[in-house]
């Protein structure tokens, strides 16, 4: 399965509204708030795994769309992923990723009448601790290895899970 994403601003109306303009296109597309992604790497990383739950049958969500979220989030509960990783109704910076291999990521941002910026899945440590980084595990590795303690965190779910 190819995998796209990309970073894009809202430009009017917030995350519900966004959600329910993604359904109605049909596209095979997950949704994320974009200032908890570090890199394009997590979203890759993320499908990946939640990818492989499905073929394995470990999958704890219905859909791959949502078991994708569980990974990118690095969290076990889905309620948790969801909060983390979903769109609010404040939520300005969406990450998109395009689970649909004959779909358009530009056509479908600018569908969705959004303006595509993929500097917003950049890692910073803003980022990293939205995430749920701590100041003491990147004491201990460095901020230069603050998308590879993102990684880990992800990988790490299929441990949580079991």
């Known amino acids: 399965m190819k995998v796209r994403c990309a970073g894009a601003r809202l430009k009017e109306g917030g995350g519900a509204p ?16 974009a200032d908890k992604v570090c890199g394009v790497d997590h979203l890759l ?7 492989r739950a499905f073929e394995r049958g470990t999958a704890s ?6 078991e ?4 990118a989030s690095g969290e076990r509960q889905i309620t948790k992923a969801k909060r983390k990783m979903g769109l609010g109704p404040g939520t300005e910076r969406v990450a998109l990723v395009l689970l649909d291999e004959e ?4 056509r479908l941002i600018k569908a969705m009448g959004l303006e ?3 500097a917003l899945l950049a890692c910073t ?13 990147l004491e201990t590795v460095g901020e230069g290895r603050l998308q590879d303690l993102v990684l880990e965190k992800v990988a790490f779910v299929d441990l949580l899970k079991r």
Request: glycine content about 10%.
């Open 18 to 33: 966004l959600l329910e303009r993604a359904s109605a296109l049909g596209a095979d597309v997950v949704l994320m708030d």
């Open 45 to 51: 990383s993320a499908a990946f795994h939640a990818r």
């Open 61 to 66: 969500c219905n859909t791959l769309g949502m």
């Open 68 to 71: 994708v979220i569980l990974y």
């Open 103 to 106: 779909g358009d990521m530009d």
């Open 116 to 118: 595509r910026d993929d």
């Open 125 to 137: 440590r803003a980022k990293g601790e939205a995430f749920g980084i701590s100041p003491r595990e």
